[in-house]
């Protein structure tokens, strides 16, 4: 019976999951001295439910509780409920039960060990009913410690000081780390034209001109048939785009999060792991085969429309081959500062490179016997793109363990997994499988040429899992994981990787005030490709480094770092516009001081400032020229010398 209840009770939770609570809370909290706070609930419960006051193990039902989620808080006192208010005969239970009808109260006793923080949440959770009904309760509860709002000195967020139109000195600015909308426009394109080699795409072509050539009542019809089919497969993928401009709206920092959230990363690692197997031939990912037909039904030559359906219709047939790819080059090419701009003009280059040929095929007709024809070298390519598909899924996953420091895909590991990647792709491509069981490699000269190109990426991969001096591996700077990120313990300090950091900002200027030093802040993030470029690249350039280290007070401030603040330090902060959010990891922390006081949100951002927090020079970006950097770098230490 015990078992039937508990089943009954899951499924009966699930179904009202979406329903909003029974009780509408008021909380208080009042100090009792030494850190020692008692918190108070008031539920008015709506009429005609009740809440089940206690436990009843036979049943399986459980008591009400309170619980937080804060390290430094423990309870001082056991929860104290009010007595129920009344005992009813349970239809769902069919025996006599202690519930509140009306009003709940309880208060807990709790002990915060340290600073208390400006605002706590207590998960409150039990059982409700209507007698035909059962409902789980789970409701989260502010309480507001402290009334203000300001956050304390060792926790700032507001530098009122900074003036960011009239720095000291007027020099930065310029540089950006974000891509160009022509260069995220040629990326597209790329990507379209090698979509164009796949299996789904590349027989099509012939295909569609002749039936264009053979259907229109003449040469300039066909031609312009044509022209317009492609114009539309250009259309169809910038249409695509839309919504993601609607996104940024919502969401400014949501292209950013490609970047630093764990969860998205995570489900970039399975769809591009998913991306590669169907490569492989596992299995095929396709539209909604209802989708293509319906687009399928309205195509014809014979009207406007009828042409836009046409050029629907093979992009959604061409999914499985021309999606992983797009996915790809998009996803790891757009930034935050970019945004949606960066996606629709990616998505116009590759709808571009798409759409030429069969504009151009239908001019010139004649083009369509030149062409090779469809054999098992489009396998190859489809089967190529794979290995590169898997490389891009391990990335996602080094940027999660990057950010929450699992320490699974440690430098070396990953360097080792491309390894594996390249020399696999390598054997592919030599057909080493097919000469083992055949005796023969039956080998093109574009294999070879690839083959070799694969195997050379290995052999230049294989210096980065040891700790010689070729380990930085600086073609691939900002892909794999940081130098220091590593399973060799000394390794940083052994590459000289980089100037001595702190990456707590009141230390550091601390430090800056004693000493006298400006204070160089870099904005950075765990999982930013431009912050790992500038790290390795720049800052290990001996004039840059020197004079970094000569003098600058340097703190790296990680936007994306999840880990949780100690609970003093949790609070609610008041935005400029009004509103409060609410900072409860080192991340949002830095991410929040970098938005209000340097109105930017993507890194890396470069900030000088003077021991009195003064701005000494506009804040710079991705800055890969170090003559430039170095210059930057001279002009914010000739402005702290100058007279504020």
């Known amino acids: ?295 399928d039904s309205k195509s014809s030559i014979k009207s406007v429309a009828g042409i836009f359906f046409m050029a629907l219709t093979i992009a959604i047939v061409s999914f499985s081959c021309t999606g992983p790819i797009l996915g790809s080059l998009l996803v790891t090419s757009i930034s935050a500062e970019g945004g949606a701009w960066q996606l629709t003009a990616g998505m116009a280059g590759f709808g571009l490179a798409l759409g030429l040929p069969f504009a151009l095929f239908a001019m010139f007709p004649n083009w369509i016997q030149r062409l090779p024809k469809s054999g098992g070298w489009l396998n190859t390519v489809k089967k190529s793109l794979a290995f590169i598909e898997l490389a891009l899924a391990i990335k996602f996953l080094s940027n999660a363990d990057l950010v929450n420091h699992w320490g699974i895909l440690k430098r070396e590991i990953f360097i080792g997994a491309w390894v594996i990647i390249a020399l696999s792709l390598a054997i592919y491509l030599f057909n080493i499988v097919l000469y083992f069981r055949y005796g023969k490699f039956n080998l093109s000269a574009v294999r070879i040429v690839f083959g070799v190109m694969a195997l050379a990426f290995a052999l230049y991969l294989i210096p980065g899992v040891t700790k010689s001096e070729y380990a930085k591996l600086s073609l691939l700077s900002g892909f794999p994981p940081p130098l220091e990120y590593s399973i060799y313990k000394d390794r940083a300090n052994i590459m000289g990787t980089a100037p001595p950091v702190i990456n707590d900002y009141e230390k550091a200027l601390a430090l800056s005030k004693k000493t006298n030093k400006p204070l160089l802040i870099d904005f950075t993030g765990w999982a930013c490709v431009n912050c790992r470029k500038m790290e390795e690249l720049v800052w290990t350039d001996p004039s840059v480094m020197n004079y970094m280290k000569e003098h600058f007070i340097m703190v790296s401030l990680y936007v994306d770092d999840r880990k949780k603040l100690p609970a003093k330090e949790q609070r609610l902060v008041q935005l400029p516009d009004g509103t409060e959010k609410e900072i409860k990891t080192v991340g949002e922390r830095w991410s929040l001081f970098q938005a209000i006081n340097f109105k930017q949100v993507t890194q890396p951002l470069y900030v000088i400032l003077s021991k009195d927090e003064q701005l000494l020079n506009h804040p710079i970006g991705y800055t890969a020229d170090v003559k430039k950097y170095k210059e930057w770098l001279e002009c914010g230490v000739k402005a702290s010398r100058m007279p504020l």
């Not at 089943?7 to 179904?15: Q, Y």
């Not at 029974?22 to 439910?49: C, F, H, Q, R």
């Not at 009808?101 to 208060?107: A, D, E, G, N």
């Open 1 to 295: 019976m015990k078992l039937l209840y508990s089943i009954c009770f899951c499924l009966m939770s699930m179904a009202a999951s979406s329903q909003s609570s029974v009780i509408k809370w008021t909380a208080s909290a009042v100090s009792k001295g030494d850190n020692i706070y008692e918190l108070s609930l008031t539920g008015t419960i709506n009429k005609g439910w009740y809440v089940y006051a206690r436990s009843n193990n036979d049943d399986g039902l459980e008591s009400l509780s309170i619980q937080w989620d804060y390290d430094s808080i423990n309870a001082h006192a056991s929860i104290q409920f009010a007595t129920p208010s009344n005992k009813i005969n349970d239809r769902i239970f069919q025996k006599s039960i202690d519930v509140y009808s009306t009003t709940l109260i309880c208060s807990q006793l709790i002990k915060i060990n340290g600073q208390s923080p400006r605002q706590l949440k207590v998960n409150v959770t039990g059982f409700a009913s209507n007698g035909d009904e059962f409902l789980p309760i789970d409701d989260t509860i502010s309480f507001r410690l402290q009334q203000d709002v300001e956050v304390v000195d060792q926790n700032r967020i507001k530098l009122t000081s900074i003036k960011l139109d009239t720095p000291v000195a007027v020099c930065g600015e310029e540089q950006s780390s974000n891509k160009g909308i022509l260069t995220i426009f040629f990326i597209g394109f790329l990507g379209g034209l090698i979509a164009l080699l796949t299996p789904c795409v590349f027989p099509m072509i012939p295909v569609t001109v002749s039936f264009f050539i053979n259907k229109s009542s003449s040469k300039g019809v066909a031609i312009r048939n044509a022209a317009t089919y492609g114009v539309f497969i250009l259309l169809v993928y910038l249409l695509a785009s839309i919504p993601f401009h609607l996104f940024g709206d919502i969401n400014p920092e949501i292209f950013n999060s490609i970047s630093t959230n764990t969860w998205l990363n995570l489900f970039f690692f399975i769809v591009f792991l998913a991306f590669a197997l169907s490569f492989f031939g596992l299995f095929n990912i396709q539209l909604p085969s209802a989708i293509a037909n319906t687009a």
